[in-house]
């Protein structure tokens, strides 16, 4: 057996040998590897095949096979592997098949992995000054049981990184900034085992002291201070040090917070943190123009004022026009940091066209909004909201209503809590992560509202990476409208609408669901929307997507029949830019051989 393998090997050195440099790479194989999947080892090369739909239908290059490249891969296994306790691992590549005529050639790579490292023990040696042993060792035996947890396991150096790096951040959210901890690793090569023991000097145990600003100009120090989680004499916590830049820069009038400790030689007992900040201009526009499906063509303005009144006050002035808002006029006051550091005040006066397929209205009135910063990357808002819609009777069909509810000029006034988590990253082009809402308006608040209602929506998203750039993006959106007058009329502009490019794309804006006799889109009360993306890379900044989606609008409340639910499937292609990515989709209905395909051009992702 062993000169059957040994002659193997030799067979792929000589193949190796015998290599033609600039001969396109066919095929890849790996032959013994059992940790591991052949697509997981072969992210870590740089030598790839490419297969013949990929060249087809994404217009990909071949690789040609490079010598050196190769050998190079080999050594990254190796490492990988070893990284991963594989310290005896065996990698030999070795081209099994050539074509001189077409210059081609297959490569295959083959593993003897061995038996993996395993970690046999983990202890601890603990230096600290008399006065803080007890605090440090209590801090020890709590949070050992995670530690040594690690016995038994496969020896990873990702392991052993990630374990000194929590023991550190408990350290230092207790008051030892100065925390030092080294891992001293032993491997036992005739029983393949690891001795992990890890040095732990706490240094003192420290409180915080002075608070230095540097790099405001028109913002006062007391503003930043008041901004900052903790108090000179506080127990040093780095999560507070976390939480204070996080504070200060959620002022919006920064564009550069940096928090730090000042941590020296001295290792003093008291910590003084600095705080250098960056402000952005005070007076701020940009533009942009751009066309789309469904708004046509479309041009915005904003206007920003930092520092309106005085402090951190700000002012935001927005202009839009488009196919579906021909004029949208939107003025922001924000004062941040109202009453507590976490909450902000906002009022919103406003004034809208609104043209839709269904309606045609003006809204003008005013929102004032507090918006509280529950945890991270969550915020909850309560707002009260006053309009007087103008609506045009002669847009809107007499299919749900009779001409009784259809008043002309109405007041609207609400109260609305909301509460959103978003934890999706990067912006724009999400990898991970999810998107969580969930919104309850209740109307007919004082101010003569003509209509009485209450209305709930919520949607989930979810982005998951696969491999590389490959992305998983799903989306379920729900809602559902009731009235709480007597003849159970809802506002045209309230009730839901489905279909569109950031719907369900199969059908255009607002054409699924309830229509009347002329198949003018009516609106129902209850929505439900389900969506998937699979989003993947072709060139530079172009990406591709294939997709499905569902969903209905019913005109009853509480009504969602999934018998009803109407499906699409589509494909679109993105292009990258700073403001997220220009998208055009194509989308067929599903088990409906009367609609034909629908063409989306849009900014943004559609979730």
């Not at 081209?95 to 490292?117: A, C, D, F, G, Y």
């Amino acid at each position: 057996m062993r000169i059957l393998k040994t002659f193997t090997i030799l067979c792929c050195f000589l193949g190796t040998l015998c290599a033609q440099e600039g001969y396109e790479v066919q095929s890849i194989e790996f032959e013994g590897n059992t940790a591991f999947s052949a697509s997981s080892l072969a992210y870590y090369m740089e030598t790839y095949s490419v297969g013949a739909l990929s060249k087809l239908m994404l217009g990909k290059d071949v690789y040609l096979f490079s010598q050196e490249m190769l050998d190079s891969d080999v050594d990254r296994l190796i490492r990988f592997y070893q990284r991963e306790g594989f310290l005896h691992v065996q990698i030999v590549a070795a081209i099994t098949s050539q074509n001189h005529r077409e210059k081609k050639l297959s490569l295959q790579i083959t593993v003897t992995e061995n038996m993996p490292v395993e970690i046999e023990s983990v202890t601890y040696n603990l230096i600290a000054d008399p006065e803080n042993y007890n605090e440090a060792n209590a801090l020890i035996d709590n949070i050992w049981p995670e530690m040594s947890a690690m016995m038994g396991q496969r020896f990873r150096d990702e392991d052993v990184r990630s374990a000194q790096e929590a023991l550190v951040k408990k350290f230092q959210q207790q008051g030892f900034p100065y925390i030092q901890i080294t891992p001293q690793i032993t491997v036992n090569e005739p029983q393949n085992t690891a001795e992990i023991t890890w040095d732990i000097e706490s240094g003192p145990r420290c409180v915080f002291s002075d608070i230095f600003i540097a790099g405001n100009e028109h913002i006062s120090e007391n503003l930043i201070r008041k901004q900052t989680a903790f108090r000179s004499g506080d127990l040093f916590d780095i999560r507070k040090i976390d939480a204070t830049q996080k504070r200060i820069f959620d002022l919006g009038i920064f564009t550069i917070v940096s928090v730090s400790a000042r941590l020296d030689a001295a290792t003093n007992s008291e910590v003084a943190v600095e705080i250098q900040v960056k402000e952005a201009p005070r007076l701020s526009a940009k533009f942009g123009v751009g066309y789309g499906r469904e708004d046509r063509f479309r041009a915005f303005t904003e206007t920003r004022r930092l520092g309106f009144l005085g402090g951190a006050r700000r002012a935001t002035l927005a202009l839009k026009h488009s196919g579906l808002e021909p004029y949208n006029a939107d003025l922001n006051f924000i004062q941040p940091a109202f009453l507590h550091p976490r909450l902000s005040l906002r009022i919103n006066p406003f004034a809208l066209r609104q043209k839709e397929p269904g309606f045609l209205l003006n809204r003008t009135g005013s929102s004032i909004a507090k918006q509280y910063a529950l945890f991270d990357y969550t915020t909850t808002t309560i707002s009260y909201s006053f309009e007087q819609v103008d609506l045009d009777t002669s847009s809107v069909t007499s299919g749900t209503a009779s001409s009784t509810d259809l008043t002309a000029l109405y007041n609207k006034a609400s109260i609305t809590f909301g509460i959103l988590r978003d934890n999706s990253q990067p912006l724009f082009f999400p990898l991970s992560g999810f998107y969580t809402s969930l919104v309850y308006k209740y109307s007919g608040v004082g101010f003569r509202s003509r209509y009485r209602y209450q209305r709930l929506q919520g949607e989930v998203r979810w982005y998951q990476k696969i491999s590389g750039k490959w992305v998983f993006a799903s989306r379920i959106k729900g809602g559902v409208v009731t009235s709480r007058d007597t003849d159970g009329f809802i506002p045209v502009e309230e009730r839901f609408y489905a279909g569109g490019s950031n719907s369900v794309r199969g059908w255009s804006r607002a054409r699924l669901g309830p229509q009347d006799g002329s198949g003018i889109p009516v609106g129902g009360n209850s929505l439900l929307e389900i969506g998937g993306e699979l989003r993947y890379p072709l060139y530079g900044l172009l990406s591709g997507v294939v997709f499905g989606d569902a969903g209905n609008v019913w005109e009853k409340s509480w009504r969602f029949e999934t018998t009803e639910l109407r499906y699409a499937l589509g494909i679109g292609i993105r292009f990258e830019t700073p403001i997220g990515p220009l998208r055009l989709d194509a989308a067929q209905p599903v088990w409906d051989p009367n609609k034909t395909v629908q063409v989306h051009v849009s900014v943004g992702q559609a979730f």
